[in-house]
């Protein structure tokens, strides 16, 4: 039995564990497949406050860890499988053992969307990649692409450009929705190139790996193949939400619904970081709403000593 378990130990678990172990309340992080969550693997994170000249990722998310076992947060590296939120305390089940929970805080984050397109599948890890970071280092000196228009991808593209002999972003529309100063680092490069209103239709390549991508503009339906020996993938994020699926309120995209504090439609179960925030997805946001679900979890079991566990879908006293 903890008084508060945390699924995921990206900003937003490791922040919230920090705050319910500063409070005195018996936490276990379950890391999860990754540690450190998406953060853990960028390669430079430069919009944290704090850190003028930029942090990495990793070591964000390493000292972070660091920080909520200092206060007394257990951490351990494992993977859950269940969880029954149909009786409290919340049964949590992993590939290790069963745990019991006072409350519960969901920081498990989201995942990259996939394009769905032929060879997709088959060539991941053979020059399919959602990770520049972790996987940018095999493509020195080679011809890359880069799917997507966003801020991850630019930041991606930009971070290739310190490995590979040439990157090509690929995106649907005519314009990037990527942050100005990552449109004018790409430009500056000399490295990037862009290819608009186009959309990867196959991934083709040979036993060796990826060679081709097959594309296709969106306008005039002509069809090209662009030659290239990686494409790193960045088109929007799923939210890692099928443990909760049937037993809390999810939006229409997935994400877990919640209040001001956090509050998931369980009382006692609370939601942090990526999974419940489909619209900003930044370090500084997850880091924001984990501190609100530790305080609020805390507020939760400080309450429980005074009153039965509410029924579910009863409301409970809003944190002042």
Same mark, same amino acid.
């Given at each position: 039995?903890?008084? $508060?378990?945390?699924? &995921?130990? #990206?900003?937003?678990? @490791?922040?919230? *564990?920090? !705050?319910?172990? /500063?409070?005195?309340?018996?936490?276990?992080?379950?890391?999860?497949?990754?540690?450190?969550?998406?953060?853990?693997?960028?390669?430079?994170?430069?919009?944290?406050?704090?850190?003028?000249?930029?942090?990495?990722?990793?070591?964000?998310?390493?000292?972070?860890?660091?920080?909520?076992?200092?206060?007394?947060?257990?951490?351990?590296?494992?993977?859950?499988?269940?969880?029954?939120?149909?009786?409290?305390?919340?049964?949590?089940?992993?590939?290790?053992?069963?745990?019991?929970?006072?409350?519960?805080?969901?920081?498990?984050?989201?995942?990259?969307?996939?394009?769905?397109?032929?060879?997709?599948?088959?060539?991941?890890?053979?020059?399919?990649?959602?990770?520049?970071?972790?996987?940018?280092?095999?493509?020195?000196?080679?011809? $890359?692409?880069?799917? &997507?228009? #966003?801020?991850?991808? @630019?930041?991606? *593209?930009? !971070?290739?450009? /310190?490995?590979?002999?040439?990157?090509?972003?690929?995106?649907?529309?005519?314009?990037?929705?990527?942050?100005?100063?990552?449109?004018?680092?790409?430009?500056?490069?000399?490295?990037?190139?862009?290819?608009?209103?186009?959309?990867?239709?196959?991934?083709?390549?040979?036993?060796?790996?990826?060679?081709?991508?097959?594309?296709?503009?969106?306008?005039?339906?002509?069809?090209?193949?662009?030659?290239?020996?990686?494409?790193?993938?960045?088109?929007?994020?799923?939210?890692?939400?099928?443990?909760?699926?049937?037993?809390?309120?999810?939006?229409?995209?997935?994400?877990?619904?919640?209040?001001?504090?956090?509050?998931?439609?369980?009382?006692?179960?609370?939601?942090?970081?990526?999974?419940?925030?489909?619209?900003?997805?930044?370090?500084?946001?997850?880091? &924001?709403? #984990?501190?609100?679900?530790?305080?609020? *979890?805390?507020?939760?079991?400080?309450?429980?000593?005074?009153?039965?566990?509410?029924?579910?879908?009863?409301?409970?006293?809003?944190?002042?």
């Amino acid at each position: 039995m903890h008084d $508060v378990i945390i699924i &995921g130990s #990206g900003p937003a678990g @490791l922040t919230a *564990a920090i !705050y319910t172990a /500063r409070a005195r309340r018996s936490t276990l992080v379950v890391a999860g497949p990754v540690a450190g969550g998406q953060a853990g693997t960028t390669a430079e994170i430069e919009n944290y406050p704090g850190f003028k000249d930029g942090v990495n990722g990793f070591e964000l998310m390493e000292t972070m860890q660091d920080q909520a076992r200092r206060f007394g947060a257990e951490v351990v590296m494992d993977v859950v499988k269940a969880v029954d939120l149909n009786q409290h305390p919340f049964t949590i089940t992993t590939h290790a053992q069963n745990y019991q929970a006072r409350a519960l805080i969901i920081a498990t984050g989201a995942t990259p969307r996939k394009l769905g397109v032929p060879g997709e599948t088959e060539y991941l890890g053979r020059g399919v990649s959602y990770c520049a970071t972790c996987d940018g280092f095999f493509y020195r000196d080679l011809p $890359v692409a880069v799917v &997507g228009g #966003g801020n991850s991808a @630019l930041e991606e *593209a930009n !971070y290739l450009t /310190r490995l590979a002999s040439r990157i090509t972003v690929i995106h649907r529309r005519d314009r990037l929705r990527a942050e100005p100063i990552l449109q004018e680092r790409a430009e500056r490069s000399g490295k990037v190139d862009f290819i608009w209103d186009t959309v990867v239709t196959a991934i083709e390549g040979d036993d060796s790996g990826v060679k081709s991508l097959r594309l296709r503009h969106l306008k005039t339906g002509a069809e090209s193949t662009l030659a290239i020996e990686g494409v790193f993938i960045y088109v929007g994020m799923t939210p890692n939400t099928e443990l909760f699926r049937g037993q809390l309120t999810l939006d229409e995209g997935g994400y877990i619904v919640t209040d001001r504090h956090q509050r998931t439609s369980v009382p006692g179960v609370f939601a942090a970081g990526d999974v419940q925030d489909r619209l900003y997805q930044q370090v500084a946001v997850a880091v &924001g709403t #984990g501190a609100v679900a530790g305080m609020a *979890a805390d507020r939760f079991i400080a309450e429980l000593e005074d009153r039965a566990y509410p029924e579910r879908g009863m409301a409970f006293a809003a944190p002042s």
